[in-house]
């Protein structure tokens, strides 16, 4: 059964603390990407990634970090520097840059 | 300029009706176009793509592309409550660039 895993769905930290959080896909896509959505927000690209050991900063790649060992991984690291890290994140593939992608579940991250 | 627009609604229709979401791009060299539904409180789901000219049908959802007048639309027919969500506009253009719309809330009243 093919498709993306985000976990966890819901997740709670304190201000200060960095958190990761998880994104798999088993689709085969080359092509990886980390969203943020804010409520009655549009979709903004954090981070993505073409290949493996290669990512490049989106449009508000601030305060976040990212790492692709492998194909399959592309987990996102949201650091004490994100001045508002409260938000809905979306990990996205497609089989290469420039094609349909697909969302995984996202993970809802809540500071306080 | 944003490279995608859409009107962020919110869109009403009665059940029954023609829903029809609208989308404007700024590239001419816009080559594929997207439309995706997020539920509430949900991740986006793919619909719809469209690359050529013309209209595209998958059972209620038509999608239409203009590249003259650089417009995508996308015609829900018969629409049913469970069509209310918000509807995301996407566009792909030369060097792999992917952009997506804010979005159009749809809410289809019973």
């Known amino acids: 059964d093919g498709g993306i895993t985000q976990s966890p769905k819901y997740l709670f930290r304190k201000e200060g603390q960095n958190v990761t959080l998880s994104c798999e896909q088993n689709?085969?896509?080359?092509?990886m990407y980390w969203y943020r959505q804010d409520p009655g927000q549009g979709l903004r690209l954090i981070y993505y990634s073409q290949i493996v050991n290669d990512f490049q900063k989106g449009d508000i790649a601030e305060g976040y970090s990212v790492s692709r060992e492998k194909k399959e991984s592309f987990p996102l690291t949201v650091t004490s520097a994100q001045k508002n890290p409260t938000a809905f994140y979306l990990c996205a593939s497609s089989p290469e840059r420039g094609y349909a992608q697909y969302f995984g579940p996202g993970t809802r991250l809540t500071v306080t | 300029q944003k490279e995608v627009e859409q009107n962020s609604g919110p869109l009403s229709v009665p059940e029954g009706a023609i829903a029809s979401l609208n989308c404007t791009y700024s590239?001419?060299?816009?080559?594929?176009f997207f439309w995706y539904r997020q539920y509430s409180g949900k991740s986006p789901e793919l619909i719809m793509f469209i690359y050529s000219n013309g209209d595209k049908e998958d059972g209620r959802f038509t999608a239409q592309l203009n590249k003259a007048s650089q417009y995508v639309s996308l015609l829900i027919r018969d629409s049913q409550p469970s069509d209310s969500a918000t509807y995301l506009c996407?566009?792909?253009?030369?060097?792999?660039?992917?952009?997506f719309g804010t979005g159009t809330s749809l809410t289809v009243i019973p």
């Open positions: 689709l085969n896509h080359d092509a």
């Open positions: 590239d001419r060299g816009s080559q594929s």
């Open positions: 996407a566009v792909s253009i030369t060097g792999n660039q992917f952009y």
